[in-house]
């Protein structure tokens, strides 16, 4: 999962957490495959609550992405069986 680096200032405050730098760099890939041009150098890790009864603990890798606040990789809803109600 990836959060916009513009909010992490925000989420921070309001859940009174701290970023936490990892220990390699990370890139990532686009849509298209291609490596994305920026490194992710931090995370978050939030405890989410699904539905009233799956608890999870999200590590949220913190990046500036165009376009969106927030990206859920289709291997994360996989793995923790999340299905979008759309």
């Known amino acids: 999962m990836l959060i916009h680096a513009n909010l992490i200032n925000k989420v921070c405050k309001k859940l009174e957490i701290q970023s936490i730098s990892l220990t390699k760099k990370k890139l990532i890939r686009n849509y298209d495959e ?5 490194i992710i150098t931090h ?3 939030l405890n989410l609550i699904i539905e009233s009864h799956k608890k999870l603990t ?3 890798l913190i990046i500036d992405i ?11 809803m996989n793995k923790n ?4 109600n759309m």
């Open 81 to 84: 069986e999340i299905l979008l």
């Open 43 to 45: 995370k978050i890790l």
């Open 34 to 38: 291609k490596i994305f041009k920026k």
């Open 58 to 60: 999200v590590s949220m």
């Open 66 to 76: 165009d376009y969106h606040k927030v990206i859920l990789s289709k291997f994360w």
